[in-house]
């Protein structure tokens, strides 16, 4: 598996309005996309600092990932980010390694990018999602 950089951190919020001046106000950063994910049952903000991005997670029903997630562990750090290439290929890499995965197959994510999720229990308690640009290739 070839990792690239950190693609983003996902933080769970309960509320984008509320969490976003934060980042902005406080923090200094600037929200430059704001992208509902249906499928995911969730909306999500996007900041960018250095090469790196901030993804706040809003979640659109509370019987979602998200609204699970904050249901059991309030606000947080949801999950951890990595650019990868050939993610079909780093699937298959890491459950035969034993990894627990979310996802077997890519899905479509925000901005585009395939993604699929590592399952905790197979990561150390955090939830691990790789991303694919198909875009940039």
Known sequence: MKLSHIEHIGIAVNSLE??????????????????????????TAFFKIGETKLELLESTDAEGPVGQFIEKREQGLHHLAFAVENLESALKE????????????????AEGLDIAFLHPRSTFGVLTELCEDKRKK
């Open 94 to 109: 890491a459950e035969q390694k034993g990894v627990k995965l979310v996802d077997k197959q890519p899905r479509k994510g």
């Open 18 to 43: 509320e969490a976003i001046p934060y980042y902005e106000k406080v923090l200094g950063l600037k929200c430059y996309a704001v992208e509902e994910v249906k499928d995911q049952k969730v909306k």
